[in-house]
Structure formats: structure tokens, C-alpha cells
């Protein structure tokens, strides 16, 4: 089960982190490529970043490229979302996923299949 936190309520520019991660130990996040997603209200489902399994190549919505950065912890078993320069228009729900057989690139990342989805985590900035 995928697990996400570090949501909360903060300031325009101010910065978070989310965790992503696996309640069981035998699921090792290394293995898997993950996701990062938001929705926010009355909004479809947006993905905001990603990372290839066993691989740093990343991947970022134009939206938040030079203010969230997506990395892997593996020791901790945890991969983060790092949202700095936070705006209101980041305010909603983010959600992790995981998936060991998808294959990430450029032309897919957005739109691929993910496996497992975490419960979402409510990041809210106010101007």
C-alpha cells in the first residue's frame, strides 16, 4: 500500500514536501516507476511529475519545472516531492503511484498506467 503525506496549508512561496511510501518493506519504491498527481477542485486529475524505476531520469508538468523536484530516497524507501515557490493555483490534492512494468518517456509519462495509487495528501496555498 502507497502512502502519501506532508500536505498542509501554507503561504504563497513558501515550500513542502511529500513523502510517498510503501507501508510494506517488500515493496521497494526502487523498483517501481512513481508518479506524482493532483487534482484540484472541480478539475481532472493532472500529473505533475514522475521518475523512471532504477533510473534518476525525471520527468515535470511545465506548470512546476523549476519549482518541484521528484527524488528517491532508497534507503528510506520513500520517493519525494519537493514543491518549492508554491502558488495557488497549486492547491489540491496530490496523489503517488507506483508501477513496476511501465516503461516512462517523454512521449507517456502523463497519460501512463499506474498500478497502485496512495491515498491523496491536501496541499493548500493561500495568497
Known amino acids: 500500500q502507497l502512502q502519501a503525506s506532508g500536505g498542509g496549508l501554507v503561504r504563497a512561496g513558501d515550500s513542502l514536501r511529500l513523502s510517498c511510501s510503501a507501508s510494506?518493506?517488500?515493496?521497494?519504491?526502487?523498483?517501481?516507476?512513481i508518479g506524482w498527481f493532483c487534482r484540484a477542485p472541480g478539475k481532472q486529475r493532472e500529473a505533475v511529475s514522475a521518475?523512471?524505476?532504477?533510473?534518476?531520469?525525471?520527468f515535470y508538468a511545465d506548470s512546476v519545472k523549476g519549482r518541484f523536484t521528484i527524488f528517491r530516497d532508497t534507503a528510506a524507501n520513500t520517493v519525494y516531492l519537493q514543491m518549492n515557490s508554491l502558488k495557488p493555483d497549486d492547491t489540491a490534492v496530490y496523489y503517488c503511484?507506483?508501477?513496476?512494468?511501465?516503461?516512462?518517456?517523454?512521449?507517456?509519462?502523463?497519460?501512463?498506467?499506474?498500478?497502485?495509487w496512495g491515498q491523496g495528501t491536501q496541499v493548500t496555498v493561500s495568497s
Open positions: 503511484a507506483a508501477d513496476p512494468f511501465v516503461s516512462l518517456h517523454g512521449g507517456n509519462w502523463k497519460s501512463a498506467f499506474f498500478e497502485s
Open positions: 521518475i523512471v524505476k532504477d533510473r534518476d531520469i525525471t
Open positions: 510494506d518493506s517488500r515493496f521497494a519504491l526502487s523498483a517501481y516507476a
